[in-house]
C-alpha cells in the first residue's frame, strides 16, 4: 500500500527527479543535478518572474481565447482505418496522429479538457479533440517531446496504456510514465542524437532549447527533445517545445533534408524569448533544418501566453509567403497527405472573432518591441 508520503512525492515530482539524477547523470546534457540547454537558460530573476504572472493573471487581453468554437473536422476510427499511409492528422496542440507504415503514432498525447494538474482550474482547451480517446485504433507508439502539462496528459497516457506497444521519450520522462504505472518494457528512453528503429521507421531524439517540470521541486529533472521520423525516402521533423538556437542548423545538416516539419508558433511571448519562438523564427527554424513544406503548431487549442488566439496563424503565414516557403494550416482533424500536403483554408477567419489579418506595420511594430 503506497504511503501518503510517497503519494505526497509523486505529486510533487520528488521522486522522479531523484531518479532522473540517478539514472542521467551519464548523459552530457545533465550537470549532476540537472539537465540543460547548450546555450545557458538566462537568469529571469524574481521581479521579472512576478512582473509576468501579473501580466497573465490581470492583463490578460480577451482576444486570447475564441468566442467561438473553432472548426473542427470529427474523425471516426473507420475514417482512420481508410487512411492511406503517410497522413498526418492534427489533433489538436502539439497532438499529432501519424499513419507511417500501416500503423499509428502519436505525439505529445493531451486529451483532457485542461493542460493542467488541476480538473477545473488552468487552461481550457478551445475545442473537443476531433476523434475521442476510445476511437482511436491501436496505437504503435507515442513520442513524447518533454513533460509540461500541454503535452504530457496523464490520464490520457493510462489510457492509451493498454492499446499502445512502445513509448519513446526523453530521458527521465520515461521514468514518470513507468512511475504512472506503464509497463516498463514498452517504454525507450533516448538522449539528444541517439535513435531507435522500430519496424520500418527510425527515430532521432534531436536537441531542443526549453525546460521541463511538473511542480515547483523537479525543475528540468528530465529531458526535452525534438525528434525526427524516416520512412524510407520520406523524413520528418517534429520541434517539440523549442526557443531558436543554432541547433536547428545542425540537425538539418546532420538529419535534413526535410519533407514536413511540424513546428511550435504559439504561446510565444517577448517576455519569454528563450523558450519559445516568435513566428518569424519558426520559419526560419523550418529554412535551417532544410524543411520542404512548414506545418505550424502548438496553437489553437489552449489560451497559454497574451497574443490572440488566431495571431500565430496570421503572423507565421504572412512570413513564410513573405520568404518563399510552403506552409500548410489544415483544420484540427482534417487530413494532411505528407508526401503531397496542401496550403489549407485559412479556417480561423471564419471564427466570429477573428479579426482582419495582421497587417505589416503591426508585425514591424511587434518586432520593435521584441527589440526594446
Request: proline share 7%; hydrophobic share 40%.
Amino acid at each position: 500500500m503506497t504511503s501518503f508520503a510517497d503519494r505526497i512525492s509523486r505529486a510533487l515530482g520528488l521522486a522522479a527527479a531523484k531518479r532522473g539524477r540517478a539514472l542521467s547523470s551519464a548523459s552530457p546534457q545533465h550537470d549532476g543535478e540537472r539537465f540543460r540547454n547548450v546555450k545557458p537558460r538566462p537568469a529571469e530573476g524574481l521581479g521579472k518572474t512576478l512582473r509576468i504572472m501579473w501580466n497573465i493573471l490581470l492583463n490578460k487581453p480577451r482576444n486570447t481565447v475564441p468566442t467561438q468554437t473553432p472548426i473542427v473536422d470529427t474523425l471516426t476510427r473507420a475514417q482512420l482505418a481508410a487512411a492511406p499511409d503517410r497522413s498526418l492528422f492534427r489533433l489538436g496542440h502539439s497532438t499529432l496522429l501519424f499513419k507511417l507504415c500501416g500503423e499509428y503514432w502519436l505525439t505529445d498525447p493531451v486529451f483532457g479538457e485542461r493542460a493542467s494538474p488541476f480538473k477545473r482550474v488552468g487552461p481550457k482547451r478551445f475545442h473537443a479533440p476531433p476523434v475521442a480517446l476510445d476511437d482511436l485504433p491501436p496505437l504503435r507508439g507515442v513520442i513524447l517531446s518533454h513533460d509540461h502539462y500541454d503535452h504530457l496528459d496523464r490520464d490520457t497516457v493510462l489510457a492509451l496504456a493498454a492499446s499502445t506497444e512502445v513509448f519513446l521519450t526523453p530521458l527521465g520522462v520515461g521514468d514518470r510514465l513507468i512511475e504512472w504505472g506503464i509497463d516498463a518494457s514498452k517504454v525507450r528512453q533516448l538522449d539528444w542524437w541517439q535513435s531507435a528503429q522500430i519496424g520500418d521507421l527510425a527515430f532521432t531524439a534531436t536537441p531542443a532549447q526549453h525546460f521541463s517540470g511538473r511542480s515547483l521541486f523537479d525543475n528540468n529533472s528530465t529531458l526535452w527533445a525534438s525528434w525526427v521520423i524516416v520512412d524510407d525516402d520520406m523524413r520528418v521533423f517534429f520541434s517539440g517545445d523549442t526557443g531558436y538556437f543554432d541547433g536547428f542548423r545542425t540537425i538539418g545538416e546532420r538529419l535534413g533534408p526535410f519533407d514536413v516539419t511540424l513546428i511550435e508558433t504559439g504561446a510565444y511571448d517577448a517576455q519569454w524569448p528563450y523558450v519559445h519562438m516568435q513566428p518569424e523564427e519558426t520559419v526560419q527554424a523550418h529554412i535551417d533544418v532544410r524543411g520542404r513544406w512548414l506545418v505550424p503548431i502548438h496553437n489553437g487549442t489552449f489560451d497559454l501566453a497574451m497574443h490572440a488566439w488566431q495571431e500565430p496563424f496570421e503572423r507565421v503565414t504572412g512570413v513564410a509567403l513573405a520568404r518563399g516557403v510552403a506552409v500548410a494550416t489544415p483544420r484540427m482533424g482534417e487530413r494532411l497527405d505528407l508526401e503531397a500536403p496542401h496550403r489549407g483554408e485559412r479556417w480561423w477567419r471564419e471564427a466570429a472573432d477573428s479579426p482582419k489579418p495582421v497587417s505589416s506595420w503591426r508585425m514591424c511594430a511587434s518586432r520593435a518591441g521584441e527589440a526594446e
